[in-house]
């Protein structure tokens, strides 16, 4: 997809502000028990649609994630409830602010600028590796932010320690420091550690739909692990000298 630059990218902002305000009215609706998560969620989308218009480097491959997360819902959504005209919405609008991100025109604006590179001492490799981990990042951020703050029976303080190590260490990946890949590798472990000592696999919220919290959970581990993946081999040579 070429050409339209601009415009792509102000309706991808739009569509991560949208969702940042309507999770935010929702956070004051729902029974107290979700109302941690689905505010944290709008922050999550907030930052999105921030980093997008501010024009950061890491920007296009966050909101990228962050959008395929939304997809992952609605998808979700359909399976539950059916073809219900705001699930189809949530998954479309998610599918075309991710689509409207992608390509080499796109990227030029953000992790594309060569001034952007040269500050961060990336060259192509690195630069690839990086943007897959943000985008992986991107979308198990507000997954682990659904597993840890929903209302659950056991291992609450591991989910919450796994949100604490994925919140910072998504926050170091997108300064370019390497602690962040340590970190995003604790947040999977403490995940794991939640999911085995669990007991509740279900979350009920209003109008039928049902949050797996295992599911929810175990995808959201192996999604930090994909993030911390493509940094394995570099640490590796690292610590070998």
Do not use: C
């Amino acid at each position: 997809m070429k050409g339209f630059t601009g415009e792509r990218r102000a309706v991808s902002a739009a569509v991560f502000a949208f969702y940042s305000f309507l999770y935010l009215l929702l956070s004051t609706a729902v029974p107290p028990e979700w109302g941690r998560a689905i505010a944290a969620l709008a922050g999550v989308y907030g930052l999105a649609f921030f980093a997008l218009v501010a024009g950061y480097f890491w920007a296009r491959w966050f909101a990228m994630g962050v959008g395929m997360f939304g997809a992952i819902q609605g998808a979700l959504g359909l399976w539950q409830l059916g073809a219900e005209p705001l699930i189809i919405f949530m998954l479309a609008t998610h599918v075309a602010a991710s689509l409207a991100l992608w390509g080499s025109s796109m990227a030029s604006g953000f992790d594309g600028r060569l001034e952007g590179r040269e500050r961060f001492h990336l060259d192509e490799g690195a630069t690839n590796r990086l943007g897959k981990s943000v985008i992986r990042a991107g979308v198990s951020l507000p997954m682990i932010v659904l597993y840890a703050l929903a209302p659950k029976d056991g291992g609450q303080a591991l989910a919450l320690l796994a949100l604490g190590f994925a919140g910072a260490g998504t926050y170091a990946l997108l300064r370019m420091r390497t602690w962040g890949v340590l970190a995003l590798a604790g947040a999977a472990v403490a995940t794991f550690g939640s999911l085995i000592v669990g007991t509740a696999h279900y979350a009920a919220l209003d109008g039928g739909f049902r949050l797996d919290l295992f599911a929810v959970g175990t995808l959201a581990m192996v999604l930090l692990i994909a993030a911390v993946a493509p940094f394995v081999r570099p640490l590796a040579r690292f610590v070998r000298g």
